[in-house]
């Protein structure tokens, strides 16, 4: 056993071995599966229709009750999305001072588990409308707090000329991840009839079983990186810590950023612009195929398959260009991508159109993100990557509204669910417009150029 006072070994922060790498893709694979079957195409869909509008008798009381269990949902979110701006940042400082990390990838990825497995009390009954909605969101919040953890392993288990295509593979592997539970949702759960399983249809079974399957997905695929992450050793080991002193450094921490990396600060802003348009690209695609092109719940799966199909080629593809050409150009050039391809979707309105240019979308969302991840990490000076991270998320989670609401507040202008597509447009024009002029340096440009 090595002494208390023997340093981690320095390959491990700085080189990679292979099992580090691979626990790192495949937590990416598992938690993917809460974005895409819980929160965007299957059981947010049974919480806000199905279980919402139980019991509501002729279309105007069923659409009635539908509008208000999307709004119950929204709120929910909102609320969790306030409870991620204000714990990230302060988890991060935790976790890189304190040397906690490790520690907190667990509890809350565990907690993520934990929290789905707890949704098939949701019973179809519009009483068990509050308790989908809330344990939706805080689902959400302990997978967004797990995600800062991982993300600051990254740099860690990657060197600057190889971290783009580490980063771009773990995003293709989560939508990989996506394709298989979701496959596996459709082939078991859905269709034929209620799935080859046959669990009844009675009282919402068939889709409350669904988190159950879920939930030990998402066990299996990131139990590897929560048994072998890279330890973190702590920047302050001597300091005590708690909650006041933490924001407190939060604070003094940004207020030196203004001086010292005000191009961290702008980029934190810019992203999280973009970002949000980008993920409401996937958070309301459910919605625009069942409301605006008559999808049913099964082509809507289907289309789920095939996107992250086609997001999963994208994003490795794109981790290979970001190692050759930098994280910028990726950026840039997804983020123009997703501009004109959803203008094509929103003036030729016929659901061929969807299909083709929404699959066409979806091949430069993950590389805009998986290239987001990237830039970060080499913004961000040694020692301070989670703390940065939590940043990211907070930053995120602060304009996390923008996305939604331009999408609702075109649709309540038009009346016509497609024109929401206008919205997000908008949105990830404003997030490219603030990202351009930033003068990022090396950062955004390939490992070894100058």
């Known amino acids: 056993m090595a002494s208390i006072s023997e340093p981690a070994a ?14 790192f893709a495949l937590w990416d694979g598992g938690m993917s599966a809460f974005s895409s079957v819980i929160l965007t195409f299957v059981f947010a869909t049974y919480v806000a229709s199905a279980v919402a509008s139980e019991g509501a008798v002729g279309e105007e009381a069923i659409t009635a009750a539908q509008a208000h269990g999307s709004q119950v949902l929204t709120t929910w979110q909102s609320i969790g999305a306030v409870a991620v701006a204000l714990l990230a940042p302060l988890l991060g400082n935790l976790a890189d001072r304190g040397g906690a990390r490790n520690a907190l990838l667990r509890i809350t990825t565990l907690a993520t588990v934990v929290t789905i497995a707890l949704m098939p009390l949701v019973a179809l009954d519009s009483d068990y409308l509050t308790l989908g909605a809330a344990l939706i969101a805080l689902a959400v919040v302990f997978s967004e707090l ?10 860690e288990i990657s060197s600057p000329a190889d971290r783009g295509r580490i980063s771009g593979t773990a995003w293709a592997v989560g939508y990989w991840g996506s394709i298989g539970c979701l496959g596996l949702v459709l082939v078991l759960f859905v269709m034929p009839g209620t799935g080859l399983l046959g669990i009844t249809g009675e009282d919402g079974w068939n ?94 799966i289907v289309f789920g398959i095939a996107a992250n199909l086609v997001a999963g080629f994208g994003v490795y593809l794109g981790g290979k260009v970001d190692d050759r050409v930098g994280p910028r150009p990726v950026i840039i050039a997804g983020s123009l991508g997703v501009i004109v391809l959803g203008l094509v979707v929103l003036f030729f309105g016929s659901s061929l159109v969807f299909w083709i240019a929404g699959l066409a979308i979806c091949l430069f969302v993950g590389p805009v993100q998986s290239a987001s991840r990237n830039l970060l990490t080499r913004l961000s000076q040694p020692g301070r990557e989670t703390e940065n991270f939590g940043l990211y998320a907070t930053t995120g989670r602060a304009l996390g509204f923008l996305g939604t609401a331009a999408f609702a507040a075109t649709v309540a202008i038009s009346g016509e669910t497609r024109t929401g597509i206008l919205g997000i447009v908008l949105v990830m024009a404003l997030g490219l417009i603030a990202f351009v002029p930033i003068r990022l340096g090396a950062a955004g440009r390939a490992a070894g150029t100058v």
Do not use: C
């Not at 797990?146 to 740099?155: C, M």
């Open 146 to 155: 797990a995600g800062v953890f991982v993300n600051s392993v990254l740099p």
């Open 207 to 300: 889709y409350r079983a669904i988190p159950l399957f879920v939930a030990l997905w998402i066990l299996v695929g990131t139990t590897p990186l929560m048994l072998r992450a890279p330890k973190h050793p702590a920047s302050a080991p001597d300091e005590r810590w708690n909650p006041w002193q933490g924001y407190a450094h939060i604070v003094r921490r940004v207020i030196r950023a203004f001086r010292e990396e005000p191009v961290m600060l702008q980029y934190l802003v810019a992203s999280a612009i973009y970002r949000d348009g980008l993920g409401a690209v996937f958070s309301i695609a459910g919605v625009l195929a069942a409301n605006a092109y008559g999808f049913s719940f099964e082509g809507i």
């Open 10 to 23: 320095p390959s491990t922060a700085v080189r990679p071995t292979r099992p580090p790498v691979v626990s």
